[in-house]
Nanobody, 117 residues
């Protein structure tokens, strides 16, 4: 049974920081591309950051230089460190695990991030 469990969301003031974690189980973690997506009210889900299985991080332009994605294959966990948060970063953040060759695509339940004063 595949599980992706996010944690670390919450309420933070503009300019603040948060670190999200996503613990995976039931998958061969090291073979998966791990990503963070977000969905704000009334908007489509969008890719925030991706850490591929061959250790290549990629970022949306809107978060480049503010967010850092990392992964620990020994702990089956992917992280999203967020700095200089803005109100427009407010959204539900979802963890995603994808192994394209086998059409495996899994989602976590999401964690709310709210940036507000």
């Amino acid at each position: 049974q595949v599980q992706l469990v996010e944690s670390g969301g919450g309420l933070v003031q503009p300019g603040g920081s948060l670190r999200l974690s996503c613990a995976a189980s039931g998958i061969y973690f090291r073979f998966y591309d791990m990503g963070w997506y977000r969905q704000a009210p009334g908007k489509q889900r969008e890719l925030v950051a991706l850490y591929t299985s061959d250790d290549s991080p990629k970022y949306a332009d809107s978060v480049k230089d503010r967010f850092t994605i990392s992964r620990d294959n020994t702990k089956n966990t992917v992280y999203l460190q967020m700095y200089s948060l803005k109100p427009e970063d407010t959204a539900v953040y979802y963890c995603n695990a994808r192994w394209e060759v086998y059409s495996h695509n899994y989602w976590g339940q999401g964690t709310q991030v709210t940036v507000s004063s």
